[in-house]
């Protein structure tokens, strides 16, 4: 501010004071002080993040539940081919098997690449209610909505941001779920606009971080816990995905992906590691025949893993409760 000297900005003042008055006429000293004043809280830098801060919330849209459902669970991830979508299905399923007297809802947000409703064997378009909001299809006693029962299992959905926007508004509140206590979100990877609008439009309970322990996704992981602490969303924890292959035969354990990264990432971010999923056929093999693990193979190691999953999230969310 070299340059900036009382004189100049006097003259300044005095020039455009007819531009700068509210109400009664500015002398060139009060309008001196008033510039002055809107200079100095400018550059403090405390005043002008508040001040960006204000004017963001203006644009932001009003948070607002979901009607029925009590909690919001988001499964992310910051690269796709992690497992979220496995580990969404898995989740919710798990919730329920811990809990049969809770309710559990499953919705698929991923527009571009809907795995929900091959993963829960569910074909068909929803029908409607008398007021025109969708009903989920239901198998395994879990309801889900996906955007894949709403286009042909080919059809690519070729759509720019505004017709994804209003896809995911109608997908959070035009759906009749009835009593819900989780609704679990199948997020689509990365931190775009799809992440953006799903935590600002309702409230989330928490969210559930997928990775698997090599470098190259943990740092996507990285990014996408970030973007939900700078939206206000707590992150409940990191899942470590396929975390190691054991071999049928000799039983010998191997860290394809690595070993204890995402256990590494949570200390780093201060959150909670939720837990380790084996890299197993069965879990593949189950999610494509749409018979997830927890409920074909609920005594296996690989189920148990899920309920395992399912006590840390409910057990993260009475600590954020508390």
């Known amino acids: 501010m070299a340059h900036f000297t009382y004189a100049r900005l006097s003259c300044f003042m005095t020039k455009y004071a007819n531009i700068l008055q509210t109400g009664p006429q500015l002398t060139p000293a009060s309008a001196c002080r008033l510039q002055f004043s809107r200079w100095h809280r400018s550059a403090d830098p405390e005043a002008l993040?508040?001040?960006?801060?204000?004017q963001m919330a203006r644009g932001l849209p009003k948070q607002k539940p979901i009607a029925g459902v009590r909690q919001v669970l988001v499964v992310a991830s910051g690269k796709g081919g992690v497992g979220k979508s496995t580990t969404a299905v898995n989740l919710a399923l798990a919730l329920m098997a811990n809990e049969p007297s809770k309710s559990v809802?499953?919705?698929?947000?991923?527009?571009?690449?809907?795995?929900?409703?091959?993963?829960?064997?569910?074909?068909?378009?929803?029908e409607l209610t008398d007021n025109n909001r969708m009903l989920p299809l239901t198998?395994?006693?879990?309801?889900?909505?996906?955007?894949?029962?709403?286009?042909?299992?080919d059809a690519p959905v070729v759509w720019r941001g505004l017709m994804v926007m209003s896809a995911i508004d109608k997908?959070?509140?035009?759906?009749?779920?009835?009593?819900?206590?989780?609704l679990v979100i199948d997020m689509p990877p990365g931190t775009g606009d799809v992440q953006l609008t799903v935590t600002q439009s309702v409230p989330i309970a928490g969210a559930v971080i997928v990775s698997t322990p090599q470098d190259v996704a943990l740092l996507d992981a990285?990014?996408?816990?970030?973007?939900?602490?700078?939206v206000n969303v707590p992150v409940l924890g990191l899942v470590q995905n396929m975390s190691a292959f054991r071999c049928p035969k000799c039983?010998?354990?191997?860290?394809?992906?690595?070993?204890?990264?995402?256990?590494?990432?949570?200390?780093t971010l201060g959150v909670a590691l939720l837990g380790d999923v084996p890299l197993h056929a069965n879990i593949r093999e189950t999610s494509d025949r749409g018979k997830p693990v927890v409920v074909s193979s609920a005594g296996s190691p690989e189920a148990l893993s899920y309920l395992k999953l399912a006590s840390a999230v409910?057990?993260?969310?009475?600590e954020i409760d508390a």
């Open 49 to 54: 993040r508040e001040r960006q801060r204000q």
């Open 139 to 153: 198998n395994y006693g879990i309801p889900c909505m996906s955007m894949g029962f709403l286009v042909d299992d």
């Open 314 to 318: 409910v057990r993260r969310l009475a």
């Open 105 to 126: 809802g499953l919705l698929d947000v991923d527009v571009y690449g809907p795995s929900i409703p091959k993963m829960m064997n569910l074909k068909g378009n929803p």
């Open 251 to 267: 039983h010998h354990e191997t860290a394809i992906f690595g070993s204890d990264g995402a256990s590494q990432l949570a200390d």
């Open 171 to 182: 997908l959070l509140r035009q759906v009749e779920w009835g009593r819900l206590d989780y």
């Open 222 to 230: 990285r990014r996408g816990a970030e973007m939900f602490k700078k």
